[in-house]
């Protein structure tokens, strides 16, 4: 049988625990509604921007709470991937969207021809 020691966590660091872990679904929250009405075209040149800082303050904050729950390194990599891949899936997704819309107005106007 395998043991798994856990580092403990000290009773004073559970409210920054809390809070980065909180900050780490609001930014994330705000980032996937900015860049949603950025890519809908709502004020594209000021809410792209403010997506992508509330995406390194997400990253920022999940960082910060991997240190203070002492990940290990490969608690590091996947957070790591996890973000960047999070930064990268909403394009993919409205890509998707848009290849999708065009296909379907190609078959329309083939249809009325």
Request: contains cysteine; glycine residues 4%; proline residues 4%.
């Amino acid at each position: 049988m395998t043991y798994i020691a856990w580092p403990t966590i000290q009773p004073d660091q559970f409210l920054p625990i809390f809070l980065y872990a909180s900050f780490v679904l609001v930014f994330g929250a705000l980032y996937a509604a900015l860049i949603t009405a950025g890519k809908m075209g709502f004020y594209r040149n000021l809410t792209l921007p403010l997506g992508y800082v509330m995406w390194g303050a997400q990253a920022w904050c999940l960082y910060a709470l991997s240190e203070l729950i002492q990940a290990n390194a490969f608690t590091y990599k996947v957070l790591a991937i996890t973000m960047i891949a999070y930064l990268f899936v909403p394009h993919l997704y409205f890509q998707l969207i848009d290849q999708s819309e065009k296909r379907h107005h190609e078959e329309e106007s083939h249809e009325s021809a």
